[in-house]
C-alpha cells in the first residue's frame, strides 16, 4: 500500500520557470490537499480538492493551480516561480473532509527556486 | 479568531525522562484538536487526536495528550522519551469544514 506518492522530491526551479508537483494516492480518498511547510510557520492550505472535479483555495493559493480529474491524483502547478515560493510541498489526503477526518501526508517535495 | 499556539519551539530531554510538549489553543466553538509528528525528511503521521470524546487522549508509541478547556490546552506528554521520539511535533486545531490551523511546531531533541 504506496499511500500518498509525491514527485519529484527535490527541485531547483529558476524565477519565471513553470513546474508541476505530482501527486497520488492509491486509499480512494475523495478530499485531498496540498499544503507549504516554511520555518517557524507551520503548515499553510494552499489549495484542496472534496472530489473529482472540485476545487478550492486555502490561505494562501497565488500562484499556484490544481486540478482534479480523478480521484487519485492532485497535481499542483506553479506557473511564473518566484523565490518566494521556495518551500517544502505535502500533499494530503482523507477519507473524511470534516474536522475529525485523519490527514495522510506524502513526505513532501523541496523546491528552491532561484 | 481561532489559533494555535505551541509554547516551545524547542524541547530537550535525556533518553528515559518525561516529555512535555505545551499547545494553547482558541476557538470560539468545541474543537478537535491533533498532535501530528514530522521525522526528518519525511511527511506527518498522526499521533493522536481529539474529538469530545474522553478528554484524555492515548497514541501511538505511548503518547498521550490532555484537553483542558477551562486552560484552553492539549499538551501532549510521555511518559518515558526515547531516542526515535527526537522529531518535529504539531499541534493542529480543526477550524471547521476543510480547514486545519497548525502550530508553528515543536522540535523534540532526545539526548542519550
Known amino acids: 500500500n504506496a499511500g500518498v506518492t509525491q514527485t519529484p522530491k527535490f527541485q531547483v526551479l529558476k524565477t519565471g520557470q513553470s513546474m508541476t508537483l505530482q501527486c497520488a494516492q492509491d486509499?480512494?480518498?475523495?478530499?485531498m490537499s496540498w499544503y507549504r511547510q516554511d520555518p517557524g510557520m507551520g503548515l499553510r492550505l494552499i489549495h484542496y480538492?472534496?472530489?473529482?472535479?472540485?476545487?478550492d483555495q486555502g490561505e494562501v493559493p497565488n500562484g499556484y493551480n490544481v486540478s482534479r480529474s480523478t480521484t487519485e491524483d492532485f497535481p499542483l502547478r506553479l506557473l511564473s516561480a518566484a523565490p518566494s515560493q521556495t518551500s517544502v510541498y505535502f500533499c494530503?489526503?482523507?477519507?473524511?473532509?470534516?474536522?475529525?477526518?485523519?490527514?495522510?501526508f506524502g513526505e513532501g517535495s523541496r523546491l528552491t527556486v532561484l | 479568531a481561532q489559533s494555535v499556539t505551541q509554547l516551545d519551539s524547542h524541547v530537550s530531554v535525556s533518553e528515559g525522562t518525561p516529555v512535555l510538549l505545551r499547545c494553547n489553543y482558541s476557538?470560539?466553538?468545541?474543537?478537535?484538536l491533533f498532535w501530528y509528528v514530522q521525522h526528518p525528511n519525511k511527511g506527518l503521521q498522526l499521533l493522536l487526536k481529539?474529538?469530545?470524546?474522553?478528554?484524555l487522549v492515548k497514541g501511538i508509541n505511548g503518547f498521550e495528550a490532555e484537553f483542558k478547556k477551562s486552560e484552553t490546552s492539549f499538551h501532549l506528554t510521555k511518559p518515558s522519551a526515547h531516542m526515535s521520539d527526537a522529531a518535529e511535533y504539531f499541534c493542529?486545531?480543526?477550524?471547521?469544514?476543510?480547514?486545519?490551523?497548525f502550530g508553528a511546531g515543536t522540535r523534540l531533541a532526545v539526548h542519550p
Open positions: 493542529v486545531l480543526s477550524g471547521g469544514y476543510n480547514k486545519l490551523i
Open positions: 476557538s470560539s466553538y468545541s474543537p478537535s
Open positions: 486509499m480512494n480518498h475523495e478530499y
Open positions: 494530503a489526503s482523507s477519507y473524511s473532509a470534516g474536522p475529525t477526518g485523519e490527514l495522510f
Open positions: 481529539y474529538t469530545s470524546a474522553a478528554t
Open positions: 480538492s472534496v472530489g473529482a472535479g472540485i476545487t
